[in-house]
């Protein structure tokens, strides 16, 4: 690890909005990290969090919950949340399989992934975060009901999923094969993370999926 990584890990674990996995939250979200019973949203494989930020600043009646295996990352969204004064922010650093673990059924309200690593390798299969086994695991966190927002650059996860999700007939609630194609583009969609600029200097199309369990 090099020393600015470093710096950022162990600074990471000195901020009040940062836990991992020796920080046991199951079922103590509400009161323990954010005092109050405000519904919460996960961003899964968050990076820097620029989305967990970017929905916080959005929505101040929701908690937000960024999670990466990561800290170095985390670290960016985790200081600009406490720069910028944002209560209904929080990251843990645990691995995503894991997720359960940390996380009472019932919790938890939506999901978003944001450009996650598509995972194309065959043998990979069961790491994507729409696989059926992660599929599952959002079910029995969030119950029957509740959606799951994808935003990806990726041509092959996004087919990928369609046709798991086809596969389990869980309902589609919107399909954008090009965000820019939208005149009346939610702002929520509208926020950029570090991995959607680089992409899209590089002329790559942006896709959005959003899916009810």
Not at 6 to 34: C, H, I, S
Not at 63 to 88: C, H, P, T, Y
Not at 163 to 180: A, F, G, M, P
Request: with cysteine; proline share 4%; charged share 30%.
């Amino acid at each position: 690890m090099g020393k600015n990584k470093l710096k950022k890990f162990n600074e990471y674990d000195t901020f009040p909005n940062t836990f991992d996995a020796r920080n046991q939250l199951k079922g103590k979200w509400a009161e323990t990290v954010f005092g109050n019973k405000n519904p919460i949203t996960l961003e899964l494989a968050c990076g820097r969090g620029e989305y967990t930020v970017g929905l916080a600043e959005m929505y101040p009646e929701r908690n937000f919950v960024g999670i990466d295996v990561k800290a170095s990352r985390m670290w960016q969204g985790a200081k600009f949340a406490l720069e910028k004064g944002l209560k209904n922010v929080a990251f843990i650093r645990i691995q995503i399989d894991f997720l359960n673990d940390y996380f009472a059924p019932g919790e938890v309200e939506e999901i978003w992934i944001t450009f996650p690593d598509p995972q194309p390798q065959k043998p990979r299969e069961k790491q994507r975060l729409t696989a059926p086994k992660f599929l599952e695991k959002y079910l029995l966190l969030m119950g029957k009901g509740h959606c799951v927002n994808l935003k990806t650059d990726s041509d092959f996860l996004f087919n990928y999923t369609m046709q798991t999700i086809q596969d389990k007939d869980i309902i589609i609630r919107e399909v954008l094969l090009d965000i820019d194609q939208k005149d009346d583009l939610q702002e929520e969609l509208k926020i950029k993370t570090y991995y959607e600029r680089m992409w899209r200097e590089k002329g790559i199309v942006i896709k959005y999926l959003k899916f009810e369990l």
